[in-house]
């Protein structure tokens, strides 16, 4: 059984950081790109960023370009999502998913987690 589990979401001011874990387990998850999406109420569920499976490749939504950084550490079957400069429209619950391929589109995502909320205060 595929499980994807977040963790590190919470309350944070404006400008400040968090860092969001995804642990996997019962797939190969040194042969899965990894992607991290976001929805906020009322909107559709966003692409965040994804990484290759190898960790060498990596692709950002515009909004969040040099702000955050995907990572993965294989032996340890876990991607991170490290969110700095954070901003109120940054709230939203931050999702992992698994792919076979890096990519953009939440439908290309065949596994996914629950979820944690990130929230920013102004």
């Known amino acids: 059984q595929v499980q994807l589990v977040e963790s590190g979401g919470g309350l944070v001011q404006a400008g400040g950081s968090l860092r969001l874990s995804c642990a996997a387990s019962g797939l190969p998850f040194s042969g899965r790109a990894m992607g991290w999406f976001r929805q906020a109420p009322g909107k559709e569920r966003e692409f965040v960023a994804t990484?290759?499976?190898?960790?060498?490749?990596?692709t950002y939504a515009d909004s969040v370009k040099g702000r955050f950084t995907i990572s993965r550490v294989n032996a340890k079957n876990t991607v991170y999502l490290q969110m700095n400069s954070l901003k109120p429209e940054d709230t939203a619950v931050y999702y992992c998913?698994?792919?076979?391929?890096?990519?953009?589109?939440?439908?290309?995502?065949?596994?996914w987690g629950q979820g944690t909320q990130v929230t920013v205060s102004s």
């Open positions: 998913a698994a792919a076979a391929t890096a990519a953009r589109t939440k439908y290309d995502y065949d596994y």
């Open positions: 990484i290759n499976w190898s960790g060498g490749s990596t």
